[in-house]
């Protein structure tokens, strides 16, 4: 079984700020983990992705995030927030061996403040 | 031109009708999804297609039915559609790997 919890269903961080969104997730074999944006009225985007790799995962648009295996942790970084950042994100979580299907988080809105 | 197209974008309907929400793609890709997503629950599967012959139903697949005519397309259908229902629909390809989920702009159903 697995599962993804995203700390916050709403966060607001000052234009230039520091964007912090959190996710840990349960899995009972080695996880890939995902992060995805969703701007209003638009499907999801991949932003990211740990597939086993780097534990520090660069993605799009100065977005990463670390997996810590030891805190089941992947969460989402960005050092300095632009009003386009404004959206949803939802952390993921699949199984690495087979077919194993993904796991969405409930998703946290991002709204930045000028 | 987009890689994951959906159609229609947007669909008001009755309670009981019968619709159907369509998917193609042009990624070449063999796996397709159907999803939908509802306020504060994120993203939930209904059905999962390996390829054309090979269809799965996925976390909440009660009250629809999928038919995946080519490797390009994807159906899901509504066949009496019911007020909790309403929710935005998203149609999703993966290559074998599975890794990474490609999504289409979604469809906004509403059951009246």
């Known amino acids: 079984a697995q599962s993804v919890t995203q700390l916050g269903s709403h966060v607001s961080v000052s234009e230039g700020a520091l964007v912090l969104l959190r996710c840990n997730y349960s899995s009972s074999v080695p996880p890939y983990l995902f992060w995805y944006v969703q701007y209003p009225n638009q499907g999801l985007q991949l932003l990211l992705k740990?597939?086993?790799?780097?534990?520090l995962v660069k993605g799009i648009n100065d977005f990463e995030a670390e997996f810590k295996k030891s805190e089941t942790s992947f969460h989402l970084t960005k050092p300095s927030a632009h009003m386009s950042d404004a959206a949803e994100y939802f952390c993921a979580v699949r199984g690495s061996g087979g077919y194993q299907k993904v796991t969405f988080g409930t998703g946290t809105k991002l709204q930045v403040i000028p | 031109d987009a890689d994951v197209t959906q159609t229609p974008r947007n669909r008001i309907t009755k309670t009981g009708k019968r619709i159907m929400l369509e998917c193609s793609q042009t990624k070449g890709h063999d796996r397709m999804y159907w999803y939908r997503q509802d306020p504060g629950l994120g993203l939930r599967l209904i059905y999962y297609s390996f390829d054309v012959k090979d269809i799965n139903k996925g976390e909440i697949s009660d009250g629809y039915s999928v038919s995946r005519q080519a490797q390009a397309k994807f159906s899901l259908s509504l066949e009496s559609a019911i007020p909790n229902q309403t929710a935005l629909y998203f149609c999703?390809?993966?290559?074998?790997?599975?890794?990474?989920?490609?999504f289409g702009p979604g469809t906004r159903l509403t059951v009246t």
């Open positions: 740990y597939t086993s790799a780097a534990t």
């Open positions: 999703a390809t993966s290559d074998s790997s599975g890794r990474e989920q490609y």
